[in-house]
Structures are given as C-alpha cells and as structure tokens.
C-alpha cells in the first residue's frame, strides 16, 4: 500500500516539476500546452482504474467535470480578472477563496444528493 502511495507521489510530482522545467527554460508553448493536459486527472484515473475499476473512473470523471465548471472555471476567470489591476499573489489568493467556496458548496450538495456513485 505504502509503496503504491510513493509511486503516485512520485508520478504527480515528475509531471509537475517538468511542467516548470519547460516554463523556466523558455518553452512557453510547451509548458502551456501540458498545464492545458489535465495531468493530474490522468494520472490519477489510470491508477484508480487499476485499482478501482472503469466504473469508479467513470463516476469520479463526471463528478469532477461538474466540479471543474462549478469552481475551476470561476477560480481562473477571478484569476484572469483580479491580476492586471492587483498583482497575481493578490489574484490568486483571491481566486483561490472563490475556489473553496465554490467547491464546499458543490461537495456539500453532491454528498447530500448522493450524485455521482454512492
């Protein structure tokens, strides 16, 4: 089990340090286009799909789509909005505020419900 949690941290955290490599490094386009890449989820949903099987890939995939819309979407046009006239920390601290909040609320509702398996 342990082992298994070391390969998923290790996993995660190549992708992500490549991602600043490229930005750092000056292939903007690069870095951009795998920021785009929904890494995490890709990583994530090979593993819970060996783990898990295709139906528990297929319930977490609409339920994070539901949540990308409800908190993703706001976080990143706060983001895009609040930086040129306050600074990105100030952005993205504000973004990220909208983000939590966004996000309890949508998990309160879909655990309530019961949305998205049980």
Known sequence: MLKSYVLYFLTGGIFTTLIVAAEESGY???SGFATLMPV???VAYAFIGETSGPKAV???AWFVLVGTLVSWVPYMAIVAYVA???GSRI????????FFVLA???LLIVYHYHWFGE
């Open 91 to 98: 952005a993205i601290g504000a973004g990220l505020a909208g």
């Open 84 to 86: 040129p006239r306050y």
């Open 58 to 60: 297929s319930e977490n």
């Open 40 to 42: 995490f989820t890709l």
């Open 104 to 106: 309890a609320i949508y």
């Open 28 to 30: 903007r386009m690069l």
